[in-house]
């Protein structure tokens, strides 16, 4: 077991800082951590779409995910080149919408709890961190604008389905974690100050080295531009509405090239082959000799 890599997940209400933490993280570990991106519908295609567009099958949809990740972990935390697997959001993003929405076709609480802990729970690698970034609605809808960039993006704007997150974030998900999460006020703090307390928890894990390269790195634009090879890419799995903005450069991994969007990353082979970035569906790439 010793040899196994943890797992650490950032979780919270939008706003918070997640996606932003992980594209500094991803920079900084490079080829020593692997990392899922938020889970995203959209681009998932064939028999891995959801099966109903209601927000229930949306819903259903993300618990599968979690489970198919939760099984993929355990593959990917044995991989000696991979010190620490990263994911932003997991299980908990689900239950948190069920608890907070009011969506009459939305999947019942209890529902998406049962299936966690009868299904998820039980397929979870040996060692899970959370961190749960928490963020005050106010700040939440000022760190983003206070505006749906997108009319589907609408109700995460929605004060309160962002005063009923904050409550299930603080009340509840820590009873939802595999071991107690850390619990990050975001609220004022700078982003060496959230990544420092990251850092504090990688090395009460034992990870030492990891720690220190986190706070040494020196950090990403927070909005580079789309690289040029990955554009059409981009283009045809959805553009803004299906991945966001940019939120890494181009990042050599592990002997190709990847760059992190909002709502997904892409990956380019050497053989110049792009695509999605899916560690469930792909091998883990081992480290370049």
Request: net charge neutral.
């Amino acid at each position: 077991m010793a040899n196994r890599a943890p797992v650490l997940v950032l979780d919270g209400p939008p706003g918070a800082g997640k996606t932003s933490l992980l594209a500094r993280m991803v920079c900084a570990l490079g080829d020593e951590s692997m990392w899922f991106t938020e889970p995203n519908a959209r681009l998932a295609t064939g028999l891995a779409a959801p099966v109903h567009p209601s927000p229930a099958g949306h819903t259903l949809w993300f618990l599968r995910h979690e489970l198919d990740k939760a099984r993929a972990m355990r593959h990917l935390a044995a991989d000696p080149d991979t010190r620490l697997l990263i994911s932003d959001r997991n299980h908990l993003g689900a239950l948190a919408y069920c608890y907070a929405t009011r969506a009459e076709d939305s999947l019942p609480y209890r529902t998406a709890r049962d299936f966690y802990a009868r299904r998820i729970a039980p397929e979870l690698p040996e060692t899970v961190l959370t961190a749960i970034l928490l963020v005050s609605p106010d700040q939440s809808l000022n760190r983003r604008g206070n505006v749906a960039e997108l009319p589907r993006w609408k109700q995460w704007f929605d004060a309160g389905l962002l005063e009923r997150l904050h409550t299930f974030y603080v009340e509840i998900a820590p009873t939802l974690c595999p071991t107690p999460p850390a619990i990050i006020n975001t609220d004022g703090a700078t982003p060496e100050a959230v990544l420092a307390q990251i850092a504090g928890v990688l090395a009460d894990a034992g990870l030492d080295q990891t720690a220190r390269h986190l706070t040494t790195a020196t950090a990403p634009n927070p909005r580079p531009p789309l690289a040029d090879e990955f554009a059409d890419a981009y283009a045809e799995l959805g553009g803004l509405e299906a991945f966001g903005h940019p939120f890494t450069p181009p990042l050599t991994h592990r002997g190709s090239t990847v760059q992190l969007c909002q709502l997904g990353a892409l990956h380019r082979d050497p053989s110049g082959r792009t695509r999605l970035w899916n560690p469930l569906t792909a091998p883990a790439v081992r480290r370049a000799a």
